[in-house]
């Protein structure tokens, strides 16, 4: 079992950055490859960016390549989104998801009740 609780979600302007963390309770986390996805109003829930167990290996959308970056620390249990030169269609809510490492949601078994992000133009 793991359980994710998401943070860092607020309103900021375009350009700027935030970054989401999302913190993990359970013993599988460190074994547990993890995601974000996001969800905007009236849209299918997305993937965002991926990374396996040891950090190893990341994978990203394209529409936030060179702008996002997932990164984990296994010690304090919790996995991060870097969100720099934000735009307006990056507003969504943001989950974090612990299972294998694809951009499949099914793929996932874990996730956490999500985090809002509002980027204003």
């Known amino acids: 079992q793991v359980q994710l609780v998401e943070s860092g979600g607020r309103l900021v302007q375009a350009g700027g950055s935030l970054r989401l963390s999302c913190a993990a309770s359970g013993r599988t986390f460190s074994s547990s490859a993890m995601g974000w996805f996001r969800q905007a109003p009236g849209k299918e829930r997305e993937f965002v960016a991926g990374?396996?167990?040891?950090?190893?290996?990341?994978n990203y959308v394209d529409s936030v390549k060179g702008r996002f970056t997932i990164s984990r620390d296994n010690a304090k249990n919790t996995v991060y989104l870097q969100m720099n030169s934000l735009k307006p269609n990056d507003t969504a809510v943001y989950y974090c998801?612990?299972?294998?490492?694809?951009?499949?949601?099914?793929?996932?078994?874990?996730w956490g009740q999500g985090t809002q992000v509002t980027v204003s133009s």
């Open positions: 990374i396996s167990w040891n950090g190893g290996n990341t």
């Open positions: 998801a612990a299972g294998a490492m694809s951009r499949w949601s099914t793929m996932y078994n874990y």
